[in-house]
């Protein structure tokens, strides 16, 4: 039989893993795996068990949050062997599984994990660390992983926003200096984010439609400080709207970016903690993960598969 780890966060989201939890092992056996279980105990015991397990598997799956995810993609990219990751979303947001079409039904997860196909997948490298889909500094990053489980397990995406909207008054502004593809630019900043993503903070869209994740390139949206509150009046709306302004943001794609300030800067990596730091790097490792996706999904997320459909699409007109 082929070998699978199962690590689960038994605290993520609502705990709705932990009834079905005997369904999952069941797919999973069907699936044709002897499957090793491991529950987390503590902060970064995904990531500890990932790089530290010495068994012969074929595939590692996990399940819980971003960060659960966050922390078994950062393991394997660590190791000298790498197999395919598969992921059930038991958390609050699960953005990187939407971008992905992952069901949010645990049972249809389960199997895309156990049967489906694996995706080679850009990864972002954060100085020395590892990210699946979003490093970000300024307004409102933080709120992820400050506010409390027990208040995202109650109130999902309104915890977020209850969170954030305590901040709005109170804008931290950054001076940076950003070098990407031989172009410099300076200015002031109060957010910034570089995603391989379709979904941020569970709003979908933000980013833009064509988001494919294995080309080696992020998508990168920087929202200048606002002089006035007309200015933070027509950002909000922007961003209510999912339409970027020149005016105020500076959006491009790139496979390599610095980010260089005089003071340290808070950063989040996946909605976890990414330290403080007063200069960044930021670089893409293309096609550097495999996850477990839905056969019908390549498609949609893939440079090829865009192509391919954009092709069929053309030849049906005609």
Avoid at 3 to 28: Q, R
Avoid at 158 to 171: D, H, M, P, Q, S
Avoid at 199 to 204: A, E, P, Q, T, Y
Avoid at 296 to 318: D, M, P, T, W
Wanted: one cysteine or more; glycine letters at 10%.
């Amino acid at each position: 039989m082929k070998k699978m780890l199962f690590i689960y966060n038994p605290n993520a989201g609502t705990g709705l893993l932990k009834p079905k939890l005997s369904e999952v092992l069941d797919i999973f056996v069907k699936g044709g795996y002897e499957v090793t279980v491991y529950p987390t105990q503590r902060y970064h015991d995904a990531l500890s068990k990932t790089i530290s397990y010495t068994d012969d598997y074929d595939i590692v799956v996990c399940s819980g949050g971003d960060g659960t995810l966050d922390e078994v993609v950062t393991g394997m990219a660590q190791r000298e062997k790498q197999v395919p990751i598969g992921y059930i979303p038991a958390g609050t947001t699960n953005d990187f599984a939407n971008s992905l079409h992952i069901s949010k039904d645990m049972l249809e997860a389960a199997d895309t994990a156990a049967n489906g196909v694996p995706f080679p997948c850009d990864v972002g490298i954060f100085n020395d660390d590892f990210f699946v889909y979003i490093a970000a500094f300024g307004l409102f990053t933080d709120v992820s992983y400050e506010t409390k489980q027990s208040m995202k397990n109650v109130l999902g995406h309104l915890a977020y926003v209850l969170e954030g909207t305590k901040r709005i008054f109170n804008i931290p502004s950054y001076h940076i200096k950003v070098t990407h593809d031989g172009e410099t630019l300076e200015d002031d900043f109060v957010f910034g984010m570089v995603t391989n993503s379709r979904s941020v903070g569970g709003f979908k869209g933000i980013i833009g439609k064509n988001v494919v994740f294995d080309d080696g390139e992020f998508e990168v949206t920087l929202i200048k400080t606002p002089k006035n509150p007309i200015e933070l009046n027509e950002i909000i709306g922007s961003l209510v709207i999912k339409q970027i302004d020149s005016a105020h943001m500076y959006s491009f794609r790139t496979g390599s970016i610095k980010f260089e300030s005089v003071e340290e800067i808070p950063w989040t990596l996946d909605g976890e903690f990414g330290g403080e730091h007063d200069e960044v790097v930021i670089k893409n490792r293309k096609q550097g993960l495999k996850i477990m996706v839905a056969p019908k999904a390549i498609e949609r997320l893939s440079v090829k598969g865009r192509i391919e459909a954009a092709i069929q699409e053309f030849q049906g007109e005609e």
